[in-house]
């Protein structure tokens, strides 16, 4: 279930970014929403004026992180939490009860949340950053703690980076 939560918040993160109106859409209509304390951390530093394409772009960007993070198994428990928090949010406060269907990802978070199954698929690298430490070898720790995060945006975060950049979307 985590890797299937995971892999939905991660592909809906993109489509927002890629369907940017239709998410804009939504903040034209409850732009209470844009008022976020969290929207407004991300929004530090750009120009007032694209406010609402920030919100756009923080909150898929969000969800595409939520989602691989799930998806991996790093922090499971905390980002659960952290989503239902937000979906709960979403649901209760910004949206109505218009959004009642947030309850089965809540539920599913939940879940995954109270799960005593929960596995980690970066195990393999945290064996190999103890058996490091336990050597004294500072450069193997220092190389496993800077190479798989680095590989693993190069490989997950640039390339849908580029395609969504040269794509063509003024079809939506």
Known sequence: MRRILGLSFFVLGWLKIWNHD?????????????????????????DPQ???????????????????????????????????FVMTKLMLID???????????????????FSNQLTNELS???A??????RRGDMLARFALMIV??????????FPLLELLTHANRSGL
């Open 22 to 46: 239709l998410i804009a859409g939504v903040a034209d209509n409850y732009p209470a929403v844009m008022q976020d304390p969290l929207v407004n951390f991300f929004a530090i530093g750009t």
């Open 50 to 84: 694209y406010r609402r394409e920030c919100w756009v772009v923080s909150f898929g960007m969000a969800e595409v992180l939520s989602g691989f993070l799930l998806m991996i198994g790093v922090f499971t428990r905390v980002w659960s939490l952290l989503m239902v």
């Open 95 to 113: 949206f109505g009860w218009v959004e009642i269907p947030h309850i089965y990802l809540i539920g599913a978070l939940l879940s995954v949340i």
């Open 124 to 126: 393999s690298f945290e």
């Open 128 to 133: 190999a950053q103890e058996q490091a430490r």
């Open 148 to 157: 798989p995060p680095v590989a693993l945006a190069v490989l997950v975060i």
